[in-house]
């Protein structure tokens, strides 16, 4: 069985995925303080976040280029399904078509699917970890593709911040939506809709927000038997065990993956940030 399952670095893939075989990582470039960033193995949290404080410009991302896509399709063998961050974040999802119809073009000989994720961080891993479970049962690719966008549809993605200010300044929220949070201490619970942030609910507190996030994932969840919660969290372990303990009193999931912010999550959830997808 061959295959390969293409990320972008928007996704907070586990450590045991990012050693498997079957799974790799196209990084985007981060630049904070006038130092560009490449967000693989390499990338280095704590001094990102550090970076960031000290840095007076919002720090940005620039997303893979096609050709970096291409050399992925061509020395794949096999199925090649990609998952980049959701079209309406990101460049990265359009660097992964072009380079699809350039490997076409080119008579590349294997099978490509460009999935438009629809979310980031977390999120894209459990549609990853989904494509994975589709192909070790012998689905063919056509399935494959079919069963996955009907999975993406129906997963979930919620979030809750401690503050919004890079998301705004990047044209991820409106003014007033950060205006609010910051300055009556306000911490909305957001999700996304066909791939755009938008806010459920808010509340005063950042424990509340947890506590109403994992209320509205219960209340929405269904046959979490059969699913992966995933949760990503930025330099807070102890707040994702907190998400993780407060979904389990109510839900039986198949499994719970928790995995620390790669670089494009850690720039926008900023440090404290939770995340959750199923």
């Known amino acids: 069985m061959s295959y390969k399952i293409i990320v972008d670095s928007g996704?907070?893939?586990?450590?045991?995925?990012?050693?498997?075989?079957?799974?790799?990582?196209?990084?985007?470039?981060?630049?904070?303080?006038?130092?560009?960033?490449?967000?693989?193995?390499?990338?280095?949290?704590?001094?990102?976040?550090?970076?960031?404080?000290?840095?007076?410009?919002?720090?940005?991302?620039?997303?893979?280029?096609?050709?970096?896509?291409l050399s992925e399709y061509e020395s794949a063998e096999g199925n090649v399904y990609v998952i980049p961050l959701s079209s309406k974040l990101s460049g990265s999802y359009n660097s992964a078509l072009v380079a699809a119809d350039m490997y076409e073009e080119d008579g590349g000989s294997n099978h490509v699917h460009v999935f438009d994720s629809m979310t980031a961080c977390c999120g894209e891993a459990v549609i990853a970890m989904k494509i994975q479970e589709c192909e070790e049962q012998g689905m063919g690719f056509d399935e494959v593709?079919?069963?996955?966008?009907?999975?993406?549809?129906?997963?979930?993605?919620?979030?809750?911040?401690?503050?919004?200010?890079?998301?705004?300044?990047?044209?991820?929220?409106?003014?007033?939506?950060?205006?609010?949070?910051?300055?009556?201490?306000i911490k909305p619970v957001m999700s996304a809709k066909e791939g755009e942030i938008i806010k459920l609910e808010q509340t005063r507190g950042l424990n509340k927000a947890l506590k109403r996030m994992c209320e509205i994932i219960v209340e929405n969840v269904t046959d979490p038997q059969d699913k992966v919660l995933g949760i990503s969290h930025c330099n807070c372990p102890e707040r994702a065990e907190y998400v993780k303990g407060l979904l389990l009193e109510k839900c039986s999931f198949k499994d719970v993956v928790i995995v620390d912010t790669a670089g494009v999550a850690t720039m926008y959830a900023n440090d404290g940030g939770i995340v959750a997808a199923v």
Do not use: W
């Open 11 to 69: 996704c907070d893939l586990p450590k045991n995925l990012r050693e498997n075989e079957h799974f790799v990582v196209v990084p985007l470039t981060l630049s904070v303080g006038g130092v560009d960033i490449v967000d693989d193995e390499s990338f280095d949290q704590k001094d990102f976040l550090k970076r960031v404080h000290e840095a007076k410009e919002c720090p940005k991302s620039a997303c893979p280029s096609p050709e970096r896509y």
């Open 145 to 185: 593709v079919k069963s996955v966008t009907q999975f993406r549809d129906g997963m979930k993605t919620y979030f809750v911040l401690e503050t919004l200010e890079t998301l705004r300044k990047n044209g991820r929220l409106t003014n007033l939506q950060a205006l609010l949070a910051n300055v009556l201490s």
